[in-house]
């Protein structure tokens, strides 16, 4: 299988099983903290090896350049190119770099973006699984809480399925004014 088509099905997978994971009033760390438990949870559901806070191949910068950078989380495949997954709010360069150092290691890499709004979109070969999280102010003025509700398709409402006897004619004539009282 070509990387890129396996990279593409790993997205959709993993977005699948992202969109069951609902939540209510989490701070940004502790919503980190459950994407990360949910991806972990896929990759093992596929058989795979799951290493949290894995080493990366790209170095820290200096002055700890002799240090390597982390990932959230890494997975070997017995069937293919390991994958490699950061779960982030934000958008951060120093994270496009980390997973672009790992494709070219001949990694799949993936990158849970979670947030409201836009999402900036990653260079190839980075896929990106997008997971829409509300926000709002703590009211104890300790940042932000997020939540987020199980996607669901909604289907049309149904149609009245009563047999109309007599057509209306629409538009209806104005109603008469209510009688004065005497």
Not at 93 to 108: F, H
Not at 166 to 174: C, D, S
């Amino acid at each position: 299988m070509v990387v890129g088509a396996d990279g593409e099905r790993l997205a959709a997978s993993l977005g699948d099983r992202l969109d069951a994971v609902t939540f209510t009033d989490l701070t940004t760390d502790q919503v980190t903290a459950r994407l990360i438990e949910a991806v972990a949870g896929w990759a093992a559901e596929q058989g795979w090896r799951v290493y949290r806070r894995a080493p990366s191949v790209l170095p820290l910068p200096p002055p700890m350049s002799a240090q390597r950078s982390v990932l959230d989380v890494a997975c070997a495949r017995p069937d293919g190119a390991p994958v490699v997954i950061e779960i982030d709010h934000g958008t951060r360069r120093r994270t496009w770099e980390k997973l672009l150092a790992e494709a070219d290691a001949g990694r799949i890499p993936l990158w849970v973006r979670w947030g409201a709004g836009r999402f900036t979109a990653p260079p190839a070969p980075i896929r990106m699984v997008s997971c829409q999280v509300d926000g709002r102010p703590d009211p104890t003025g300790r940042g932000r809480l997020h939540s987020r509700s199980p996607r669901v398709e909604k289907l049309p409402p149904a149609h009245s399925t009563m047999r109309v006897e007599e057509a209306v004619e629409l538009p209806l004539p104005p109603s008469a004014p209510p009688a004065a009282e005497a």
